[in-house]
């Protein structure tokens, strides 16, 4: 059984930053891809950010240029940097971890909210 614990939530006004972490704990035989997600009240949960094992990342259009996705094997923590938030990131942000063995976990969401 795989935990992710997010942290790092909150309310924000514009212009501002936050940092969001995720720690992985469990049975973890192995992390191929890290990442996260947000779903906005009445929409679908969307991908934000991830990162593969090997370092590299890949990032929503509306992302690029103000959040910066990085993780930690050692810890199996992954960090969500994110700058110049926008009122429309607001919503609850999900941590998610694929497994090597192809399984997918996620966190239980932590709240960020934008104020204009």
């Known amino acids: 059984q795989v935990q992710l614990v997010e942290s790092g939530g909150g309310l924000v006004q514009a212009g501002g930053s936050l940092r969001l972490s995720c720690v992985a704990s469990?049975?973890?035989?192995?992390?191929?891809?890290m990442g996260w997600y947000r779903q906005a009240p009445g929409k679908e949960r969307d991908l934000v950010a991830v990162v593969r094992r090997d370092g590299s990342s890949a990032y929503a259009d509306s992302v690029k240029g103000r959040f910066t996705i990085s993780r930690d094997n050692a810890k199996n923590t992954v960090y969500l940097q994110m700058n110049s938030l926008k009122p429309e990131d607001t919503a609850v942000y999900y941590c998610?971890?694929?497994?090597?063995?192809?399984?997918?976990?996620w966190g239980q969401g932590t709240q960020v909210t934008v104020s204009s």
């Open positions: 998610m971890l694929r497994s090597t063995s192809g399984g997918n976990y």
């Open positions: 469990g049975t973890i035989f192995g992390i191929s891809t």
